[in-house]
Structures are given as C-alpha cells and as structure tokens.
C-alpha cells in the first residue's frame, strides 16, 4: 500500500466519527450485561449437551489409533467423534491448517476429538479417558534458528489476505553498501496472544439435513460459505447467527475448530451441542 499523493480530507478529518459520543448499537446490551453472547444462548434450542474438545499433544506427526472404549462409558456421555473416523475435512476461508479429521498433526493442541455429555464437566473427564497413540515428527519451532534460511513469501500470501508477497522500493542493497554510515541491528519483542474476554464459542443444532450456528464470527459470510465447505452441505443448508461478539481482534474473522466440532458433536449425539475453546486451545488454535 503506497500513498504518493495527497489523501485529502476525510471523515476522520472532519471529526464525523471520532470525538464524537457516538453510541454503539449493541453497547447498552454489553455495558447492562444483558448481551447473550455464544456460549449463552441457552433459549435459542432446548436440551443442550457440552462438547469438549481434546488438543493434540504433539505438534507435528501422526496418530497411529485412538482408544475411546473407557470415555465411552463415563458417566453422562452420549457420543464421541474423534479425527481417524472422520475423513480430512476442508478448509473454509483463510484457515491455514486444517480444523478436524485425518491421522495427521499439524500444530499443537490441534482438535482431534470432541466428548459431549450431558455437563461440560463430564464431557471434560471423559476427554482425559482418551488414549491417543502418537507417531511424533521433527518439527521447526524455533523461530529465531529457521530465520537465517527464510525466504520472502512470492505471491499472495493467503487466500483473501491481500498480500502481495514480497515487494521492492529503490535498490537498498546498493544504496546501503555506499552509505557513509550504515546501522544493522535486531531487535525482538515477546510474544503475545490475543485474549478476548469472550472464548470461541458455537451452539449448533441440526434440523434433518440443516444445520444452524449460533456463534462469535466477526464475518458471517466467510463463516457461512466455510461451514458449508467444511461439512460438505449446501450453503442454504447452514444458517449463521452470531449478533453479539465479546472481543475479536481479527481472531474471530473466520470459523475455528468449536464452530466445526460444535455441528459434528451435535450429528453424533443427535440433540444440540455447545462448544468453546478453553484458553490453551485458544492460543494455540487461533
């Protein structure tokens, strides 16, 4: 992106929007606490059940096999689906690793199973009753160690990203070498994580062959268009509600594992399911 040329005067210029008291539409609701957000959409659709989801616990590999027999008979579980039942899924919109099925680990604590039960705390316990037999991979985690052999990404750099890949101004490498002074130096900031107040969160419910998402989706139609490439239905087979989002910051822009595993939980136990992501899911998901 190059401004060149004047941008000339704008709404924010004109103090249209900023410094003025502008009320948010849904900001009495949330400000009140009377914003029902995902997780807490209990009128939407009766008698539901809690998914847990269970996280890889290696970062690159495979899984070999999956002992779900113990968990199945845990007190207030109604079913299970795990990743080598279920075929690799698609990808929706702007998802980089695959959210749900197939023997292969991409990233750690990615979904590989969801329990649902009739409370969240069953749902959590029979989850640990999972025996996952894993066959690791050496992976590269050290950003800092793969640097010196990294490359400029050629192209654009992600489906609906707007990258452009690499791009050049000027010859630097020439400018620099003639240069009566030249200063070289790296400086690195810790690593930070998004923390929205409100998780990832989904309520799904299936009426016959439709399926309905009550979730937190800061993009309703990339979520529409993804969840039906995902399941393999018909767009106006899936319906997206999502009018309250407590807290994004860009990590809510396209569908995520608990949307995903939220709709499969929900087929297998044959009632509605609820599903968020704990806090560590969370970080290492989105």
Do not use: C
């Amino acid at each position: 992106m190059k401004f060149d040329t004047p941008a000339g005067q704008n709404p924010i210029d004109r103090l249209k929007v900023v410094g003025q008291p502008t009320d948010r539409i849904d900001g009495k609701y949330k400000t009140t606490g009377t914003a029902p957000y995902a997780y807490e959409r209990h009128d939407v659709t009766p008698s539901q059940a809690y998914g847990y989801v269970l996280g890889a616990g290696i970062a690159k590999g495979g899984i070999r096999g999956m002992d779900t027999s113990i968990a199945r008979t845990a007190p207030g579980v109604l079913a299970i689906v795990t990743t080598l039942e279920t075929p690799r899924m698609e990808r929706g919109t702007m998802n980089t690793a695959y959210l749900f099925g197939g023997d292969q680990v991409q990233h750690y604590h990615q979904a590989i199973a969801v329990v649902v039960a009739e409370t969240f705390e069953q749902a959590r316990a029979a989850s640990f009753l999972i025996t996952v037999d894993y066959t690791p991979e050496t992976g590269k985690f050290d950003l800092a160690a793969e640097a010196k052999s990294a490359k400029p990404v050629k192209g654009d750099s992600g489906e609906g990203s707007g990258g452009n890949g690499e791009e050049r101004v000027g010859d630097f490498e020439g400018a620099f070498a003639k240069a009566q002074v030249t200063f070289d130096e790296i400086y690195a900031t810790a690593d930070e994580s998004h923390a929205m107040m409100e998780p990832h969160a989904t309520v799904a419910a299936w009426e016959g062959d439709k399926v309905t998402l009550w979730t937190s989706n800061q993009m309703i139609t990339w979520a529409h268009e993804s969840m039906a490439k995902i399941l393999g239905i018909p767009k106006a087979n899936v319906r997206i509600d999502s009018p309250y989002v407590g807290g994004g910051f860009g990590g809510k822009l396209f569908v995520r594992a608990d949307a995903v595993l939220a709709a499969l939980g929900a087929k297998a136990a044959g009632r509605p399911v609820k599903v968020a992501l704990t806090r560590p899911l969370i970080a290492n998901n989105t």
